[in-house]
């Protein structure tokens, strides 16, 4: 709605969201937390994954937003390969620049973290001749410290790019971080999807009681079955 307030020449806003329950029954049951976005006539929301959305639409956009990045399960290292990895791979991103976004057209990405060399991972698998900006800030968590997320903003028009993060430091909410020129592509593809690297021991800590729990079970059922 804040799209739609600040430019009412907005055409169209799509929301693709991979779960259909979350649609049926949160947003589209209660509305009114939402501000009734859903119910506007230029809003519309798909329950779909978002990689197969990108290969069947064929309509062009002049802003394409990734929410809500970086949600893994740090105890289960290398266990898991969420599908949000699957949004920013090598494959995506050439989907979304050359074949869904308008001339001069942004991707704009929020990923959950606190170490910038995540968001660097993230830049680096964005095709040639493409420009890209690097934000931080944190949503408040009262009484809690908050919540770090990394924003990305990209775009193969530099004029527009630097238009936008100028405007979001004029903001005055999120600090810029910058992005270094001779960054090491790290292509990230659909084969060889992004993994949770430098993990700190400490976050194993809550999983070693679980693990101790169930090596005791599994000792137990196998003596049983001898």
């Known amino acids: 709605m804040g799209a739609l307030r600040v430019n009412p020449e907005v055409e169209k806003i799509v929301i693709v969201e991979i779960d259909p329950v979350a649609v049926q029954r949160s947003w589209l049951r209660y509305p009114q937390y939402g501000n009734n976005v859903l119910t506007h006539p230029k809003v519309s929301v798909i329950a779909a994954d978002w990689r197969d959305f990108l290969s069947t639409d064929q309509d062009r956009y002049d802003l394409i937003y990734l929410d809500g990045l970086g949600i893994r399960l740090y105890t289960q290292p290398l266990s898991t390969i969420p599908q949000e990895n699957y949004l920013y791979s090598r494959e995506a991103y050439e989907v979304i620049f050359r074949e869904r976004l308008a001339p001069g057209g942004m991707v704009a990405a929020n990923w959950g973290s606190t170490r910038k060399e995540e968001l660097f991972d993230i830049v680096a698998n964005l095709p040639p001749g493409v420009h890209r900006r690097g934000f931080w800030g944190t949503i408040s968590t009262y009484p809690f410290s908050g919540l770090g997320l990394f924003f990305v903003i990209a775009s193969e028009d530099a004029k527009a790019l ?50 101790i729990a169930a090596l005791f079970i599994m000792l137990r059922l196998y003596r049983k079955s001898r």
């Not at 600090?175 to 001779?182: A, F």
């Not at 430098?198 to 679980?210: A, R, Y």
């Open 162 to 211: 630097e238009r936008v993060g100028d405007e979001i430091l004029r903001n005055g909410t999120l600090k810029e971080i910058p992005i270094p020129d001779d960054l090491s592509p790290v292509r990230f593809s659909d084969d060889n999807p992004f993994l949770q690297r430098g993990l700190q021991p400490m976050l194993l800590l809550p999983s070693v009681p679980i693990l």
